[in-house]
């Protein structure tokens, strides 16, 4: 089973940058998809970006489509979401997950979150 850990969370000033890491402990990380997913205080998690096995196709919310870029390195096991101008409404936790892309419908595999507070 694929272990994901991320890094890069942290607080920043509103339309400061940030770049979260997610780094997979599984040598088939090209057999997935990965997305980013954030969850804020009192709100439902929200699927923000995700991106296919090639990188051929990526998604992003439309909250954040313009301002975040969501990439992937396949050699080192990692995919990466490039956040700027970043608002005080994208503070939340923000979670890396996987799914496996022949036997998995869903993302089943998760992060422990990293914590992004941008202030006013």
């Known amino acids: 089973q694929v272990q994901l850990v991320e890094s890069g969370g942290g607080l920043v000033q509103a339309g400061g940058s940030l770049r979260l890491s997610c780094a997979a402990s599984d040598s088939t990380f090209s057999s997935y998809t990965m997305g980013w997913f954030r969850q804020a205080p009192l709100k439902e998690r929200e699927l923000v970006a995700s991106?296919?096995?090639?990188?051929?196709?990526?998604y992003y919310a439309v909250s954040v489509k313009g301002r975040f870029t969501i990439s992937r390195d396949n050699a080192r096991n990692t995919v990466y979401l490039q956040m700027n101008s970043l608002k005080p409404e994208d503070t939340a936790v923000y979670y890396c997950a996987a799914k496996h892309i022949y036997t998995e419908g869903d993302f089943g595999h998760w992060g422990q979150g990293t914590q992004v507070t941008v202030s006013s």
């Open positions: 991106i296919s096995w090639s990188s051929s196709t990526t």
